[in-house]
Nanobody
Framework: LQLVESGGGLVQPGGSLRLSCAASGATLAYVAVGWFRQAPGKEREGVGCISSGAGITFYGDSVKGRFTISRDNAENTVYLQMNSLSPEDTAVYYC??????????????????WGQGTQVTVSS
């Protein structure tokens, strides 16, 4: 299973971005996919996740109400829609796949496959 993130870039505070996590080698509908981020000098943080099957989503407190995760089964891609961005959201964003249970979690130790990351910078 290979994951490739895209969609990162520079955005002004209050703006929006949509990140994509495209998969090859497996069907994302059958695994849980999590989004994580890591800012310089900080530990990796769980942003949110989407379960296999029904696609139940769960978000970290810092992004709840602003970020939305969705999955397009036809495209075999998971998206992270980010709204109302602030400089505190600046980080490298990663998607990851958890293949054992498919439930999804914000614990990065539970994930088996990782993308290479995409940089998101929120600045005026």
């Amino acid at each position: 299973l290979q994951l490739v993130e895209s969609g990162g870039g520079l955005v002004q505070p209050g703006g929006s971005l949509r990140l994509s996590c495209a998969a090859s080698g497996a069907t994302l509908a059958y695994v849980a996919v999590g989004w994580f981020r890591q800012a310089p000098g900080k530990e990796r943080e769980g942003v949110g996740c989407i379960s296999s099957g029904a696609g139940i989503t769960f978000y970290g407190d810092s992004v709840k109400g602003r970020f939305t995760i969705s999955r397009d089964n036809a495209e075999n891609t998971v998206y992270l829609q980010m709204n109302s961005l602030s400089p505190e959201d600046t980080a490298v964003y990663y998607c990851a796949a958890e293949v054992t249970t498919g439930w999804g979690t914000l614990d990065d130790d539970e994930y088996d496959y990782w993308g290479q990351g995409t940089q998101v910078t929120v600045s005026s």
